[in-house]
């Protein structure tokens, strides 16, 4: 935007100097022509009166100026007389047969800008008639002045005016730059705040300064945030108390069944204490994973740099005995072990977890579940991948819903939650997880995240 802004202010006094400049220009370019103009036809109607004088004393003069032209000015003086001669003691000038002697000859003024004969050069040639009292024509005198010096000093004015205007533009640029960043502060402090609110910091303000539209928005976000920040506090208030208030009566209930269980001696009464409390372990599961989707939900934390392979050797050395007793081998393929990605304080931890759990119990037999990681642009990827029967392209956009659990051996026993919760886990931190099929046959749980 700072930059957009300066654009056009140095567009604007780029138009202002045209519109100034140019014209003035153009004008001081016709005057400098006008004025040698007639300063050529005042030196040459000054030859044309002594000419006209007929006399030895003015003809002297008239040498002398001529001379005086020729060595003190790049012009050159020709005087001719009305037969077309020499006029003593200057010399036959040349080209007496040209358009300009013609016209003066005949009585009228001549000046065109063009080729000098006398000089070989472009320039001025003008011409005037030599008259006598009576009117009759005795001579012409014909100057030539070249374009040459009109041309040198026009380009010193327009050389001039240009770097005067570059000038003006670059100051121009420099008080455009004051004037933007000025302007586009209280922007840059709002997008300071965002920055926050993006990385969890909730108590981040807005400074309301600036004009007044600046300032209402200022105002509004601060009032949103008040907002959200009480609504999130009130969130995770509610988190912790029903983890209290639910998990307490469940943990009770299902000792209460196990003592019950213990002193039961009906095999049909035991199998009905089981399934009860069989289903009391499902409903601690649910409720322990709403819980920590609802806490993942609520909090917002600020990403930091995580060496994956450190996070994935973790996980294994946390899932090699369930692993080793469902007959199921974990490897790993570690691209490059310093690989980090920006991830909440045991974001990743969690989605490893409920990945592998996954991958776990739906891998058949001498199955093998591997992790790989690697580096695409901007992105750290990593891929689960397991050996188990897949899932069909059209559940696979299901698998993240709440409390979905697939067809067959995927989710026989799970709350359905694992997956939403690795959803939201991965959104808070920037990135993203799809399901693909795997070159295996089974599943690929492929997850980005961005690079720290």
């Excluded at 006008?34 to 109607?45: M, P, T, V």
């Excluded at 008639?129 to 010096?149: E, H």
């Excluded at 956009?397 to 051996?409: E, I, S, V």
Aim: with cysteine.
């Amino acid at each position: 935007m700072i930059r957009q802004l300066v654009a056009s202010y140095v567009l604007l006094v780029a138009v202002a100097l045209l519109g100034l400049t140019v014209p003035v220009a153009f004008t001081l370019t016709k005057q400098v022509y006008g004025d040698a103009e007639n300063l050529a036809r005042r030196e040459a109607q000054t030859a044309a009166l002594l000419l006209a004088a007929d006399d030895a004393l003015s003809r002297q003069a008239l040498a002398r100026l001529s001379g005086a032209y020729q060595t003190q000015t790049p012009a050159k003086m020709d005087v001719l007389s009305a037969g077309r001669a020499a006029i003593n003691p200057l010399p036959l000038p040349a080209a007496v047969d040209d358009e300009a002697f013609s016209a003066a000859l005949a009585g009228r003024e001549y000046l065109r800008w063009e080729r000098a004969p006398a000089l070989g050069a472009d320039g001025l040639v003008i011409a005037v008639p030599a008259t006598s009292a009576n009117g009759t024509v005795l001579g012409a005198v014909r100057i030539s002045y070249p374009s040459a010096p009109l041309r040198e000093r026009l380009g010193q004015i327009w050389g001039f005016r240009a770097v005067l205007a570059l000038a003006v533009l670059i100051v121009a640029a420099m008080v455009g730059m004051l004037f933007a960043r000025g302007l586009t502060r209280p922007l840059r402090q709002l997008n300071d705040m965002a920055s926050r609110l993006r990385d969890g910091d909730l108590t981040a303000r807005a400074e309301e300064t600036g004009p007044p539209e600046i300032r209402t928005l200022a105002s509004t976000l601060n009032t949103a945030t008040e907002t959200i920040d009480t609504l999130v506090g009130s969130q995770r208030a509610f988190i912790g108390d029903a983890s209290h208030q639910l998990r307490t009566p469940l943990t009770a209930l299902r000792l209460s069944l196990d003592n019950i269980a213990d002193g039961v001696d009906d095999p049909y009464l035991r199998e009905d204490v089981e399934h009860a409390t069989a289903e009391v372990v499902r409903m601690s599961r649910l409720v322990n994973g709403l819980l920590v989707l609802a806490r993942a939900e609520a909090t917002v934390t600020s990403p930091e740099p995580v060496r994956i392979g450190d996070v994935v050797a973790d996980r294994f050395n946390t899932w090699r005995a369930a692993a080793e007793e469902s007959g199921v081998t974990l490897d790993q393929d570690i691209a490059d072990q310093k690989l980090c990605a920006l991830a909440s304080p045991g974001h990743l931890e969690q989605v490893l977890d409920n990945v592998l759990s996954n991958a776990l119990e739906v891998s058949p037999d001498h199955g093998t579940v591997t992790v790989r990681t690697h580096r695409e642009a901007t992105k750290a990827v990593i891929e689960v991948i397991d050996q188990g029967p897949g899932l069909p392209a059209a559940d696979r956009h299901r698998a993240f819903d709440r409390f979905w659990r697939g067809p067959g051996l995927t989710g026989r026993s799970g709350s359905g939650l694992g997956l939403a919760i690795v959803k939201q886990l991965v959104s808070d931190d920037g990135g993203a997880v799809t399901l693909d099929e795997a070159e295996t046959g089974g599943l690929c749980v492929r997850i980005t995240l961005r690079l720290a």
